[in-house]
């Protein structure tokens, strides 16, 4: 396994006392983070298992299973609605509708590194769309440029969840499928700032040329043209030519589907770009599989000085530790030790999770034995009565935050 994934520290909450009210202070403080949550089905009829939330310097995880509608009621419903924090989430549909029936929050000011990976492949293709969306680790991946085999977590924690949907029951989850949670929104941050800065390359490049055109031309060409100051420059005129020279280059590189789609999971072989003066879109992507643009006038490392920097430089390792619960408080730190093994293949590891949590002493939630709050709503009668925690329909009467309040 990567040091990144082993080092990768968070809070478990599981109680309200002492760690729930420092972590929704500290999170209400901050101005963007990062949202995920896992469960089961996670849709308006299914049930929340798991919140996770990513600050700068700290990732907690919310046990809903435990915590109950009163983790909403006593913060977390302030901080998803509130307008002010951007909550960075990677395909919210889901997550929206199952929190808004469940527990009736409304999430605002959202930035989705799903729809923000479209809109950029639109651009970069001249208009076209790709045939399907991408997973956040189909993200993560081409966008932050981190190797697919340094995120094996979230592999595993998709191939667990598929085969066996009542691992989320399990208490006290195993520590592999807490860092697998830990790792799913520890990217988004960065993920946004690499797809904010694609997405307003054209733009900047545009100002930049801007910036440099009366500089550049004679003092009597400057004074003729004040008279017709609103016709359509020139410089803006090649944004048409820039959309039809990528759409060429995207008919080259990739194959179209009957519902004239682009197939982005399978590019053609690599051809020779247009000639003359086209460059790659983005200095930081590679030339193989990006679309060509018009050169500007203005320098091309300025314009993408901050998409040059490393986004993985947050992933560094940590110092190993780990904190042992208190008696008083469920919640624990930790800092997963460096696996002294060999790396292990995916569906291995889940054959091991799936025998450790009987040999573990492993359990599945009762409800009889809970101290949760019961809940109208259960979940699918096919589960194990042993395993049911039914899901709370209590709503807020609170409705202070708007829908989305963008940035």
């Not at 913060?75 to 990677?90: A, F, M, P, Q, Y």
């Not at 400057?222 to 609103?230: K, R, Y």
């Not at 091991?352 to 949590?357: D, L, N, P, R």
Request: charged share 25%; aromatic share 6%.
């Amino acid at each position: 396994m990567d040091d990144e994934e082993e080092n990768v520290n968070f809070v478990v909450i599981d109680q309200f006392q002492e760690k729930f009210g420092p972590a929704i202070i500290h999170i209400q403080n901050q101005r963007v983070i990062g949202v995920g949550v896992d469960g089961v089905g996670i849709s308006q009829h299914e049930r929340v298992c798991w919140m996770q939330i990513s600050t700068k310097n700290q990732i907690y995880l919310f046990d809903i299973l435990l915590l109950g509608a009163r983790a909403f009621k006593n913060g977390l419903t302030r901080i998803l609605e509130d307008s002010n924090i951007l909550k960075v989430i990677h395909d919210c549909r889901g997550i929206s509708g199952c929190l808004y029936h469940q527990y009736a929050v409304n999430l605002a000011n959202i930035f989705d590194t799903q729809v923000a990976d479209v809109m950029l492949f639109h651009m970069e293709t001249g208009g076209f769309l790709p045939e399907r969306v991408s997973t956040l680790e189909e993200c993560i991946v081409r966008h932050l440029k981190i190797a697919s085999f340094r995120l094996s977590s979230l592999k595993l924690k998709a191939q667990l969840a598929e085969e066996n949907s009542e691992v989320w029951y399990v208490r006290p989850s195993p520590v592999s499928l807490l860092r697998a949670m830990a790792l799913s929104v520890i990217h988004l941050q960065p993920l946004r700032l690499v797809l904010l800065d694609a997405l307003m390359s054209d733009y900047t490049s545009l100002v930049d040329t801007y910036l440099s055109v009366f500089r550049e031309e004679p003092v009597d060409i400057q004074t003729g043209s004040q008279n017709t100051s609103l016709e359509l420059p020139k410089e803006l005129q090649e944004l048409e030519f820039m959309q039809k020279q990528r759409r060429e280059w995207a008919l080259e590189h990739y194959k179209v589907n009957e519902d004239g789609l682009l197939v982005r999971s399978d590019p053609k072989p690599l051809k020779k770009s247009p000639g003359g003066s086209a460059q790659p879109l983005s200095v930081d992507r590679p030339q193989s599989h990006e679309p060509p643009v018009v050169e500007a006038a203005a320098d091309a490392e300025s314009i993408a000085s901050l998409a040059e920097k490393d986004p993985t430089e947050i992933h560094k390792p940590m110092t190993q530790k780990k904190i042992e619960p208190s008696d008083q408080d469920q919640g624990f730190s930790c800092v997963s030790k460096k696996a002294e093994q060999p790396e292990v293949e995916i569906s291995e590891a889940a054959d091991e999770f799936k025998g450790a949590t009987e040999a573990n002493g492993w359990d599945y939630v009762n409800l009889e034995q809970s101290s949760t709050h019961t809940l109208k709503s259960g979940i699918s009668e096919g589960s194990p009565k042993s395993k049911k925690i039914p899901v709370s329909c209590e709503r807020s009467t609170d409705r202070d935050a708007h829908f989305i309040s963008r940035r």
